[in-house]
C-alpha cells in the first residue's frame, strides 16, 4: 500500500497561553511512501517524527494537507478503520494478559463481516507469533518476558490484523544494543517477508541507515532530504544532514573559496571551479583523507588509535569547529605516530562545501 502525504502540517497551541508560541510540529511536508518500502523517519528528538507517525495512524489530526493511503483520502479516517498496525518504544503489553491473549486481542474487537471464530483468531495469533518467532512462548505473561521478546509480541500483535501500513515508533529504544541489532534485522526480516509498507522512526541515524530502503531525514519539522541511505550520505543537501549522517561524524572545517580553489587556513585543498569567493563551512568524512607528506594540509597530530582493520588519527587544527579532526584510514599505511604534525590529502567526493548563512550545500 503506497502512502502519500500532502503537504502535511501540524501545529500544536502554546500549553501556556500568556507565553504565548505555538509548536509547528510538522512543517508542510510532502513525499510519497512506495508501496512495499520501509521508510526510516530519522532526525534528532522533538523534531517530529512521532507527530508525523500518528497523523499517519489516525491518533491525531492533521492542522491542514492530506494523507493517502493507495488513492483513498484517509485523513478523516477513524485510526481503527485505516488497516495500521502499531508498535511504541515501551511495549505497552496487558500485562494481566498472556502473550495469546495480548495477540489476539485486535482481533476480539472485531465486527460485523470481519468477525472471527475463536479458532480462526487462534491460527492468527500463532501464525503472527511463528513470524516474530515467539510461538514457543505464548502461554507466559509479560513479565515473564526479556524486553525483546516483550517487543516482539508487540509486533506480532500489530501484524495479526494484517496491517495495510505497519507504523513503528523508536521500537528498539528500550533494548540493550545487542538486542537492539538483533531485533532491527528481526524488523527487517519480517517486513521483508510480509511486504508491507512500514515507516521506522527513530533518532539513530545507523539504525535508520542500516535497515531502511529510504530515509526521510527531519530538522525542526521541515523535511530536509529524502533518498536512499547511501545517496543521503553521499550527497547530503545541507550541513545538518552531513554532520547527522555517519561515526565517526564528519569533520567541519572553516574555511574559503578563493580564485576557484578550495582553501583551509591558507592551504589549498581541492579544486572548485566556477564557485565565487567567498567563507564556506567544508565537511570532509572521516574517510576522506589520505596521508601525504606532501601535502598543504598540515593538521597538529594528537593520538593513533589502531583498531584492526583501520587506523584512526586524532588530530587538531586552528580552523575545526569540531574540538578534533577523525580521519579513518587503511591499517596498511604506517603512521609515524611520533611526529607532531600530519598532512593529509582530500579525496574530493568526501569533502562538501556549504554556505556559511544559509549552510546550503554549495555545488561544483
Ligand atoms: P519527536 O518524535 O521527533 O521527538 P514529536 O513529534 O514528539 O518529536 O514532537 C515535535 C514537537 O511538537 C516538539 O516540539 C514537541 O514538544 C511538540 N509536541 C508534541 N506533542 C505535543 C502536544 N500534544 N502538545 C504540544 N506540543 C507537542
Ligand atoms: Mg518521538
Do not use: W
Not at 547527522?244 to 561524524?249: A, I, K, N, Q, V
Request: charged share 25%; hydrophobic share 40%.
Amino acid at each position: 500500500m503506497k502512502v502519500v502525504l500532502q503537504n502535511l502540517t501540524k501545529i500544536f497551541p502554546s500549553r501556556d497561553k500568556k507565553a504565548g508560541g505555538e509548536v509547528v510540529a510538522v512543517n508542510d511536508f510532502t513525499f510519497e511512501i512506495p508501496d512495499g518500502k520501509l521508510i526510516g523517519l530519522l532526525g534528532p528528538s522533538g523534531c517530529g517524527k512521532s507527530t508525523t507517525l500518528y497523523m499517519i495512524s489516525g491518533l491525531q489530526k492533521p492542522t491542514s494537507g492530506k494523507i493517502f493511503f493507495g488513492d483513498d483520502d484517509v485523513t478523516e479516517l477513524a485510526t481503527e478503520n485505516r488497516g495500521i498496525g502499531l508498535v511504541f518504544q515501551n511495549y505497552a503489553l496487558y500485562p494481566h494478559m498472556t502473550v495469546k491473549q495480548n495477540i489476539m486481542f485486535p482481533l476480539e474487537n472485531l465486527k460485523g463481516a470481519d468477525k472471527m471464530s475463536k479458532d480462526q483468531m487462534l491460527e492468527r495469533a500463532y501464525e503472527a507469533a511463528k513470524l516474530v518467532q515467539i510461538d514457543e512462548l505464548m502461554d507466559r505473561k509479560p513479565s515473564e518476558l526479556s524486553g525483546g521478546q516483550q517487543q516482539r509480541v508487540a509486533i506480532a500483535r500489530a501484524l495479526v490484523k494484517m496491517p495495510r501500513v505497519l507504523l513503528l515508533d523508536e521500537p528498539l529504544s528500550n533494548l540493550d544494543a545487542r538486542l537492539r541489532l538483533q531485533t532491527r534485522e528481526e524488523i527487517r526480516r519480517i517486513q521483508k517477508e510480509t511486504g508491507i509498507t512500514t515507516v521506522f522512526v527513530t533518532h539513530d541515524q545507523e539504525e535508520a541507515m542500516s535497515i531502511s530502503d529510504m530515509i526521510v531525514v527531519m530538522k525542526l519539522g521541515v523535511l530536509q532530504q529524502i533518498g536512499k541511505p547511501q545517496d543521503v550520505y553521499d550527497d547530503p543537501v545541507n550541513l545538518f544532514v552531513a554532520k547527522f549522517l555517519g561515526t565517526p561524524p564528519i569533520n567541519v572545517l572553516e574555511g574559503e573559496i578563493k580564485g576557484g580553489k578550495i582553501c583551509i587556513g591558507g592551504a589549498a585543498v581541492l579544486d572548485a571551479p566556477g564557485v565565487a569567493d567567498q567563507e564556506v563551512f567544508i565537511g570532509i568524512r572521516p574517510e576522506g583523507f589520505e596521508l601525504d607528506e606532501n601535502s598543504a594540509l598540515e593538521c597538529k597530530l594528537s593520538n593513533v588509535e589502531v583498531m584492526g582493520r583501520d587506523v584512526s588519527i586524532v588530530s587538531t587544527h586552528e580552523n575545526s569547529l569540531n574540538p578534533v579532526i577523525r580521519s579513518i584510514i587503511d591499517a596498511d599505511n604506517k603512521v609515524d605516530v611520533t611526529a607532531q604534525t600530519v598532512r593529509y590529502n582530500i579525496k574530493p567526493h568526501k569533502l562538501f562545501v556549504f554556505n556559511k548563512e544559509t549552510e546550503e550545500r554549495i555545488y561544483f
